[in-house]
């Protein structure tokens, strides 16, 4: 096994397992409240315009 798939199957076993679940339950939580905040909203969303509609404004 390459240590990509071994670190990949590492990941999912932890994401299955009962600590996994409350670990990726909590960060859920947290991106939530961060994402009704909102100045982080409007952060959110301008990024996210930035991305979408960008073609060649600001780009370096």
């Known amino acids: 096994m390459t ?3 071994s670190l990949m199957n590492k990941i999912t076993q932890f994401a299955k397992s009962p600590q996994g679940q409350r670990a990726i339950q909590q960060a ?3 991106a939530q409240q961060f994402a009704k905040d909102p100045k982080n909203r409007a952060k959110i969303d301008q990024l ?7 073609g060649g404004k600001g780009a370096r």
């Open 3 to 5: 240590p990509v798939a």
């Open 28 to 30: 859920t939580q947290k």
């Open 48 to 54: 996210r315009s930035k991305l979408q509609g960008g």
